[in-house]
Structure formats: C-alpha cells, structure tokens
T-cell receptor, first 114, second 116 residues
Framework: AQSVTQLGSHVSVSEGALVLLRCNYS??????LFWYVQYPNQGLQLLLK??????LVKGINGFEAEFKKSETSFHLTKPSAHMSDAAEYFC????????????FGTGTRLKVLA | DAGVIQSPRHEVTEMGQEVTLRCKPI?????LFWYRQTMMRGLELLIY????????DSGMPEDRFSAKMPNASFSTLKIQPSEPRDSAVYFC??????????????FGPGTRLTVL
C-alpha cells in the first residue's frame, strides 16, 4: 500500500529564508510524486511533479524538489521565501500505472514572517 | 481552457435537506475525482470516474452520498439527507492520463458546504 507522511503540520520561516517542507512516501512500485499548493479559499494548484525522469524537479514560483529513492523522500525547497508563499502545501503519491488515485499527505501550513 | 468548474461555490442548508454539488471537468479529460476536505480528516477521495463510469467509490462515507456522471462534461455529488457532519469543502478534479501530463489532477475551486 502507498502512503505519504508530511513532517510538521505548521512551518514558519522568515521572509528571504530557506523553505524546506518534508515529505516521505512508501510505495511498493515506482511512484509518481506531486506537490500541490492551496491558497486560502482556493483549490489545489500543482507546484511540481516527479514521474521517473530527472530526480531534481523544478516547479513554479521558484520551488523545487528532489526525489531520493534511498531515503524515500521528496522534500520541497525554495531558496528564499516570499510573503506570497504563505499557503498550505500537500504532497501526494500515485502509482506509475494502473490507477490514477492520489494518496495525499496531511498538509503543511507555511507561514512567512516579515 | 476555463479549468474545472464547480457550482455552487458556497452552500448553506439545514439538516435533512438534499444537497447537490456540480462539476464540469476540463474538456477532453476522462478521469474525474470527488474529494472532501475537513480539518479533522484532511483530503479524502470519495469516488472517481473513468469515461463516465465509477471506478472506485470506496471513499463514499455512507449511503446518503451518491455521485453520477451522465456525460463527459458533467458530474454531480448528492447528499440526501444532509447532516451537520457533512460540512466540508468538496473538490472536483479531472485528469487525462493519455498524455505527457499523465497523472496530473487539475482541481476546481471547491464548494464550501455548511449544514446547520
């Protein structure tokens, strides 16, 4: 069975500081991995995804994530936080084929301090 | 493209009433997903369709919930009768796995349901 664990339900960083949001997964098959962002009162927007190509994936708004099979991790990073990055971030895993269901993590709410 | 469209955006109803949520997926997408989001349970997949056929409804909480997809451009999620514990944000998402964009789900803005 697949699962996703996001460490830290709330993360606070200062504006300009590094953003690091953690995601660990378990999967018996090569996974597809996703990061979504949800701004207040909005739907989920895709930030980036890993689908077995390059292990370092670049997404929108300056975010990137690295797939590390040995650590079963897919952490999301951004070198310099901006006030507009304040939102909730969700990591998700799906199987590479056969089903397109996502398993979502519980989410991490990012707060950016001025 | 207009993206996934959901209506209404907000719904307030009284316990016992029937509630119908609507979703129009992105044109050409053949997978449609219904999710529920609450503070307590996070994001839950309720049901998903492929080519208008329900594939997995194991997340539907109970018989009060039903979903249909009469055609490729429209789906409904119905709750009858509604209860206060059904209060949540309901999202619809669609995807088209047959492309390089395989597995990416595109989400609608959600319907915030409040059952009094």
């Amino acid at each position: 069975a697949q699962s996703v664990t996001q460490l830290g339900s709330h993360v606070s960083v200062s504006e300009g500081a590094l953003v690091l949001l953690r995601c660990n997964y378990s999967s018996s098959v090569p996974p597809y991995l996703f990061w979504y962002v949800q701004y207040p009162n909005q739907g989920l927007q895709l930030l980036l995804k890993y689908t077995s190509a390059a292990t370092l994936v670049k997404g929108i708004n300056g975010f990137e994530a690295e797939f590390k099979k040995s650590e079963t991790s897919f952490h999301l990073t951004k070198p310099s936080a901006h006030m507009s990055d304040a939102a909730e971030y969700f990591c998700a895993v799906s199987k590479a084929s056969g089903t397109y269901k996502y398993i979502f993590g519980t989410g991490t709410r990012l707060k950016v301090l001025a | 493209d207009a993206g996934v469209i959901q209506s209404p955006r907000h719904e307030v109803t009284e316990m016992g009433q029937e509630v119908t949520l609507r979703c129009k997926p992105i044109s050409g997408h053949d997978y449609l997903f219904w999710y529920r989001q609450t503070m307590m349970r996070g994001l839950e997949l309720l049901i998903y369709f492929n080519n208008n056929v329900p594939i997995d409804d194991s997340g539907m909480p109970e018989d009060r919930f039903s979903a249909k997809m009469p055609n490729a451009s429209f789906s409904t999620l119905k709750i009858q009768p509604s209860e206060p514990r059904d209060s949540a944000v309901y999202f619809c998402a669609s995807s088209f796995p047959g492309t390089a964009d395989a597995d990416t789900q595109y989400f609608g803005p959600g319907t915030r349901l409040t059952v009094l």
